[in-house]
């Protein structure tokens, strides 16, 4: 009977959504037959905001694009500023941005396990894993003073050292984790109604992944073995031991094990770092005002591939700052794995990208009628405006 | 699975039960700030570089008094650094909420000795 | 008529008290396995929480969309607590005879179970709300999923006490000095598992999923309406464990003499509580597709089996 087929709107608001985006799904009966994605309901001018402030001042703004992964941000926004400046961060602070950088990434992939284990009903899983990230939190705060929104970098280095007390910290904390990571291993393997709700599901294919550009962890458990780190470094990572995780399952459980695997080879890279950290000061002096000039920066961030691109006209101010979160990348990808699911698949598969509301939504404007899509500088928005609310 | 389970019946739970157990702050955690006023000169670098414009310069130089919005602040703590004179000081006090909006503001006066 | 016993003891207002004790316990035992407390503050250890968030659901407003049936809407929530607390005057509480007792009140307890399944679909249907909708179907699935090992599961106990009468059973296992669980395991297992899937509880709360469906076939319910079907799910929580004890785990009597049948009662269901609260905490959620062809892939024919089993063992 063909009247049973109708659409679900999954978002602005919904449960499986930590925040708003809408997707509506035309749905036979259980199975998706098509999804329509409609991104923009976190817009909140970050980029105009950023033109509006000083280099100082935006050190603070760029890590609010996203909480989770807010060092990243804020590291690829130093490294931009700090290219265009011509001036080179001192070997000690580039190691502590990398412990930073990876204990961050820890935190977030279990925060992503434990939210994983929520979307398919697991709720012991989800309380398990937020219990272990409480000891990377607690090893952040004592590191860098907060435990998210760290703010631990300047243009030039970091603003706090790692002493010699915090180190028998992070090794503590990291054999910790190292044993619960372990664990969290065996269970995704063994715990079956897991495998029931992830092998098979969400599945991207390795053509479809590079053709609709997926980056990140998703890209990665899809045989595609791209990481920042590896073919761009910044920071220490050049000298920094640890391996491409890629699984080629394809599916959400590849996902999750991609992540699981990277949480152990961030313990390595951190065990190797705060074992070799280089002594030395940790910033060097960096004027206020940066040369006209443009540059574009590439970080690996938690969930893939974050670009940053800057326009400098020589005052303290940018001129024009432009973010490409990973997430936005992954959207694409998010119309395939939904197609040919079922509903119930909705939660994981769109957990399963790690999707970051926030870091994706900036304006991109697209007339519907002829196709062209341009963007606006805030004096041309402004314009438009007032020429069609009247003043 | 189950033995994990089983585990943490035993286990005291994670959970702290706050306000009735008393939390303490990490060190090193950024919170409230102190600016010392005897140090001051009111340069007005750190209103200048709050990302939050949560400090305020209330009067010109050295005679002025500051003024700072809990409720703005991002506890960045760049006010501490951006300081010449190191005035400025982040405390680990977190428990800043409150019910009264009079107390939003926290003014630090010169001591005013002729 | 003992109105004093119809009302008050083994009667409403005891069963009532027990409902939110059992919610209550879930509760506590749930977050203690996840290692967090769970409800502590309000009244002596939390156990006034389920009794305080009926009250504030009672005193909350009642949104009626308008497009919704409004017959249907406004009779689910009334139903769905009447019909366990019908159920539950036949299973023996305070004496090894319940308070009304026939000959075939197995086979009814079976039929009103199966209508509350029922209703779950008629109120996602009424409430005309997509997510409802998908909800209610997914209840009406389920149903075909867990009803027919269920239903052999139960009937089990009906074999060895060749009878048909929760209370005749009870007291088949009394002067017998065994409980069927140890005669039938396998029943008792698929009667566990069938009752998870009953109550609608993890690993098959697919009708309710939280993060698929926002609240599935309850979604529209608010107010007073979702307090009486909260209060419904305890009851139906109250009666699962009930009528598990009866069955299979020999009701409320016990070896000792001394000590009065309630106790018996109390501690064994609280046991069966436990028991699906743990198993509450082991799994993940399953697919409709998964859990309906699961059931019938492994849950029918080990119930058969045991069927088999226990006609070669009562020859």
């Known amino acids: 009977m063909s009247e049973s087929i109708f659409t679900v709107p999954v978002g602005p608001q919904h449960p499986a959504l930590k925040e708003p985006e809408n997707i509506t799904l035309t749905l036979d009966g259980e199975q998706i037959i098509d999804a329509k994605i409609r991104l923009g309901y976190v817009h909140r001018g970050g980029e105009k905001a950023l033109e509006n402030r000083t280099y100082v001042q935006n050190l603070y703004l760029v890590e609010r694009v996203c909480g989770i992964c807010a060092m990243a941000h804020q590291l690829c926004y130093v490294n931009n500023i700090e290219a265009l400046l011509g001036i080179e961060a001192p070997p000690r602070a580039k190691y502590i941005r990398t412990i930073v950088a990876e204990l961050e990434r820890i935190h977030s992939h279990l925060l992503w396990v434990g939210v994983a284990g929520h979307e398919i009903g697991f709720d012991t899983l989800f309380m398990y894993t937020w219990q272990d990230r409480e000891i990377v939190l607690d090893l952040m705060e004592r590191i860098t003073g907060n435990r998210v929104l760290h703010a631990t970098n300047s243009i030039g280095g970091v603003r706090r050292d790692i002493t010699s007390d915090m180190i028998p910290l992070v090794k503590k904390g990291l054999a910790h984790l190292g044993e619960r990571v372990k664990y969290y291993r065996k269970l995704a393997l063994a715990e079956r109604t897991i495998a029931k709700r992830a092998v098979g599901v969400g599945i991207l294919k390795t053509q479809d992944a590079i053709a609709l550009c997926a980056v990140g962890p998703t890209a990665r458990a899809s045989n595609v073995k791209r990481d920042v780190r590896k073919y761009d470094p910044y920071s220490a990572y050049d000298e920094m031991p640890f391996d491409i995780v890629t699984n080629d399952g394809c599916d959400v459980a590849a996902r999750i094990f991609v992540r699981i695997d990277e949480l152990e080879q961030c313990a390595r890279m951190l065990e190797y770092a705060v074992d070799h950290l280089p002594e030395g000061p940790i910033k060097v002096r960096a004027p206020r005002s940066v040369p006209p000039g443009e540059n574009v920066s590439l970080v690996e961030a938690p969930r893939g591939e974050d670009i940053h691109y800057c326009k400098s006209n020589g005052s303290d101010r940018p001129e024009r700052y432009k973010i490409r979160a990973p997430t936005l990348a992954n959207w694409a990808s998010m119309r395939k794995m939904l197609i040919g699911g079922s509903m119930a698949d909705v939660p994981i598969v769109l957990a399963a990208i790690d999707p970051c509301m926030s870091c994706t939504d900036r304006i991109a404007l697209l007339d519907s009628r002829s196709g062209e899509s341009w963007a606006w500088n805030y004096e041309q928005l402004k314009r438009y405006v007032q020429k069609r609310y009247g003043e | ?114 | 008529m003992d109105l004093l016993g119809l009302l008050v003891y083994p009667g409403l207002m005891f069963l009532l008290a027990l409902a939110w004790f059992y919610e209550w316990l879930d509760r506590r035992f749930f977050a203690r396995l996840q290692n967090r407390y769970g409800p502590i503050y309000t009244g002596p250890h939390g156990l006034l929480q389920p009794l305080a968030d009926f009250i504030k659901l009672l005193a909350k407003e009642d949104i009626e969309p308008a497009a919704v049936d409004k017959p249907l809407f406004r009779c689910v929530p009334i139903l769905v607590p009447t019909l366990p607390l019908t159920v539950l005057f036949l299973i023996p509480i305070s004496g090894v005879g319940a308070f009304v007792h026939f000959e075939g009140d197995l086979i009814f307890t079976i039929f009103i179970m199966s209508l509350l399944a029922i209703l779950a679909f008629l109120g996602g249907w009424s409430s005309t709300n997509r997510f409802s909708t998908l909800g209610g179907l997914r209840a009406a699935m389920q149903t075909l999923g867990y009803e027919v090992p269920l239903a052999m599961a139960l009937i089990g106990p009906g074999l060895v006490a060749r009878s048909l009468s929760i209370t005749k059973i009870v007291e088949w296992q009394a002067s017998n000095g065994l409980w069927i669980a140890v005669l039938t395991p396998i029943g008792f297992g698929i009667a566990v598992l069938a009752m998870l899937a009953e109550l609608e509880k993890i690993p098959f709360d697919i009708p309710e999923a939280e993060t698929e469906i926002v609240a599935g076939w309850q979604t529209e319910f608010s107010g007073r309406k979702l307090a009486l079907m909260r209060l419904a799910l305890d009851l139906e929580l109250v009666l699962a464990a009930g009528l598990i004890t009866a069955l299979f785990l020999g009701g409320p009597s016990g070896p000792i003499p001394f000590i009065p049948n309630i106790v018996w009662f109390l501690v064994k269901t609280t046991f069966v509580v436990l028991i699906l609260t743990n198993l509450r905490a082991l799994f993940a959620r399953f697919r409709i597709d998964q859990m309906v062809s699961g059931s019938w892939k492994y849950l029918v024919p080990l119930a058969v089996i045991q069927i088999l089993i226990l006609q070669l063992l009562l020859r």
């Open chain 2, 1 to 114: 699975m189950e033995g994990e389970l089983l585990r943490h019946l035993a286990k005291k739970p994670a959970t702290m039960q706050y306000p009735f157990e008393k939390f303490q702050p990490v060190t090193g955690t950024r919170a409230k700030i102190e600016i010392d006023m005897a140090k001051c000169i009111g340069c007005g670098t750190c209103v200048f570089d709050c990302p939050a414009f949560a400090l305020e310069m209330v009067g010109k130089g050295l005679t002025c008094d500051m003024k700072w919005y809990p409720m703005k602040c991002v506890y960045c703590g760049q006010c501490v650094e951006s300081c010449p004179r190191s005035a400025i000081k982040q405390t680990d006090e977190f428990t800043l909420a409150n019910t009264r909006k009079e107390e939003l503001a926290c003014e630090f006066k010169r001591s005013r000795e002729e």
